[in-house]
């Protein structure tokens, strides 16, 4: 996925300016597409240098809200229904894992613990927003709460598997 499909996505369910989506991201996408403000309006502008979005307001000190065009929409359906999701075959964490055996025994556990420990906090706070979000019935809260959804099994499958992890370390130090 691309900041571009994000932006579109986000745009496709109310006009937004660069601000807005900055918040939208905080508190909808930032764990599976995280973004920063300069990457935001960078690809605002070319978005608008394309066609895929247009500015529909403009207010005080250089505030622009821009809405999905129609030529933007269709990217964002063909994007969805022709291209497939790419896999996330790279995995850092778990490359450490194979090494863990050059670590000493008290380091290993260290590293597994904080796995354990981060995917804990990350549940939590992905708790936390659900609990902050006024969710409704439209399309893009129903697939939202799909998408958290998916974010906190994710972080239980983590500290589970940290956990079990931590049972498979031998209990000698070497």
Do not use: C
């Not at 973004?35 to 605002?44: C, D, G, K």
């Not at 609990?131 to 958290?148: I, T, Y």
């Not at 906190?152 to 209990?171: D, H, K, S």
């Amino acid at each position: 996925m691309s900041l571009r499909h994000a932006l579109l996505g986000l745009l496709s369910a109310k006009p937004a300016s660069g601000y807005d989506l900055l918040g939208r991201f905080k508190e909808s996408l930032a764990n599976v597409w995280p973004a920063t403000q300069s990457q935001i309006y960078t690809e605002l502008t070319k978005l608008a240098d394309d066609g895929l979005i247009a500015v529909s307001d403009e207010g005080p000190r250089g505030r622009k809200e821009y809405t999905i065009t129609e030529v933007g929409r269709e990217q964002l359906r063909t994007w969805m229904e022709t291209t497939e999701p790419k896999p996330n075959t790279r995995n850092e964490m778990l490359l450490r894992v194979f090494f863990l055996g050059e670590l000493s025994p008290a380091a290993a556990r260290e590293y597994l613990t904080g796995i354990e420990e981060r995917a804990a906090r990350g549940h939590a706070e992905l708790v936390a927003l659900k609990q902050s979000v006024e969710w409704n019935d439209n399309d893009f809260s129903r697939h939202g709460r799909m998408a958290m959804e998916w974010g906190e099994r994710m972080y239980t499958m983590n500290r589970e598997w940290a956990q079990w992890a931590l049972a498979q370390l031998p209990e000698r130090e070497d």
